[in-house]
């Protein structure tokens, strides 16, 4: 079993950065690749971003190529998604979501575990 848990979200301003974090527990992290997904309210659960097991492979929708970075450090069990140049249009909640069986999925169906999830708001 895996725990996931989120934090990091905020309130900030239009052009402004965050850092998410996505800590994990239970099963070896390495092996997990893991994803961020946000959803809007009274809109589906959107794929983010996504990083294979070591962190050599990264995968990106197209709306935040060059604002966004998911990097993993699984030493510490953690990864992150470095938020720059934030738009109004990014204010979600964000969820990371980890599988053990694919790798830059951007279905949610196909991730098993789940965190709670952070709000992220960024204002005009």
């Known amino acids: 079993q895996v725990q996931l848990v989120e934090s990091g979200g905020g309130l900030v301003q239009a052009g402004g950065s965050l850092r998410l974090s996505c800590a994990a527990s239970g099963r070896t992290f390495s092996l997990l690749s893991v994803a961020w997904f946000r959803q809007a309210p009274g809109k589906e659960r959107d794929f983010v971003a996504a990083?294979?097991?070591?962190?050599?492979?990264?995968y990106y929708t197209d709306s935040v190529k060059g604002r966004f970075t998911i990097s993993r450090d699984n030493a510490k069990n953690t990864v992150y998604l470095q938020m720059n140049s934030l738009k109004p249009e990014d204010t979600a909640v964000y969820f990371c979501?980890?599988?053990?069986?694919?790798?830059?999925?951007?279905?949610?169906?196909?991730?098993?575990?789940w965190g709670q999830g952070t709000q992220v708001t960024v204002s005009s």
């Open positions: 990083i294979s097991e070591t962190g050599g492979r990264q």
């Open positions: 979501a980890g599988t053990w069986t694919a790798q830059g999925e951007i279905s949610p169906g196909r991730y098993g575990y």
